[in-house]
């Protein structure tokens, strides 16, 4: 199983930008696609999930500003990122769960600045 993120880049306090993860290989049953994101200096953490048969979950700092999305067709994942914030920059981890493992992807940067 592979995971491909794309959309990172440099975007100004109060922009937006659009996250995208691609999954290949042999996947079956996908329980739950997401993103985390690991700011230096500080661990990984949730951002959003959506899990099947349950819905979406989302950490309390982005509740009201990003939306994730999936699609099964295509075995993608998104993250729409509204009003960031320099407190959003960070590397964001494409993650998938499939029974019970979980797979990372290679992470993209997303950099909030003036």
């Known amino acids: 199983v592979q995971l491909q993120a794309s959309g990172g880049g440099l975007v100004q306090p109060g922009g937006s930008l659009r996250l995208s993860c691609a999954a290949s290989?042999?996947?079956?049953?996908?329980?739950?696609m997401g993103w985390y994101r690991q700011a230096p200096g500080k661990q990984r953490e949730l951002v959003a999930t959506?899990?099947?048969?349950?819905?979406?979950r989302y950490a309390d700092s982005v509740k009201g500003r990003f939306t994730i999305s999936r699609d099964n067709a295509k075995n993608m994942v998104y993250l729409q990122m509204s009003s960031l914030e320099p407190e959003d920059t960070a590397v964001y981890f494409c993650y998938l769960g499939v029974a019970s493992i979980g797979y990372w992807g290679q992470g993209t940067l997303v950099t909030v600045s003036s």
């Open positions: 959506v899990t099947s048969g349950v819905g979406t």
């Open positions: 290989g042999n996947i079956f049953s996908i329980r739950v």
